[in-house]
């Protein structure tokens, strides 16, 4: 074991306060969870390519797009695959959705997600609903 300085151990941190994650999340892109299955045209590609393939193309679709790949996972169930990513605008996310869903190897749906924080913010404003028939 080489010797060492302890002083070089000790690196400085910085305390981070909620308030400083929620400023840093609102100087961020908005966040998307895309969700899907593949028709048996995409199914088809999956099985030619991988899936490690597929997530590369995602991350590459989303990069050209200005954005960036969170997660990608494959799953069992209603969904074959389920994406978290971010995209500038939800023009954006829209353009991707279509696109992808108009390809014919894919039926997905993307929500909008949005932090606990920014819930907070929307049970402070008020909204005057009436609902049908009142």
């Known amino acids: 074991m080489s010797p060492h300085n302890d002083n070089e151990l000790i690196r400085p941190h910085r305390v981070v306060a909620w308030d400083d994650i929620t ?12 969700q899907g299955s593949y028709t048996e045209q995409g199914l088809k590609g999956v099985l030619q390519e991988g899936g490690s393939k597929r997530r590369e193309a995602a991350e ?17 169930g209603s969904n074959d695959f389920v994406i978290i990513a971010d995209l ?4 954006d996310a829209a353009a991707l959705s279509l ?18 924080e920014e819930v907070d ?10 609902p049908p028939g009142k």
């Not at 400023?23 to 895309?34: I, N, V």
Request: overall charge positive; proline content about 5%; glycine content about 6%.
């Open 23 to 34: 400023l840093e999340r609102s100087k961020q892109m908005p966040k998307y969870l895309f």
């Open 60 to 76: 590459q679709l989303l990069k050209g797009m200005g954005g960036r790949l969170e997660a990608y996972y494959y799953a069992f």
């Open 88 to 91: 500038p605008s939800n023009v």
């Open 99 to 116: 696109a992808v869903n108009a390809s014919g190897a894919v039926e997905s749906r993307a929500t909008v997600l949005i932090t606990p």
């Open 121 to 130: 913010q929307a049970t402070k404003k008020t909204v005057k609903y009436r």
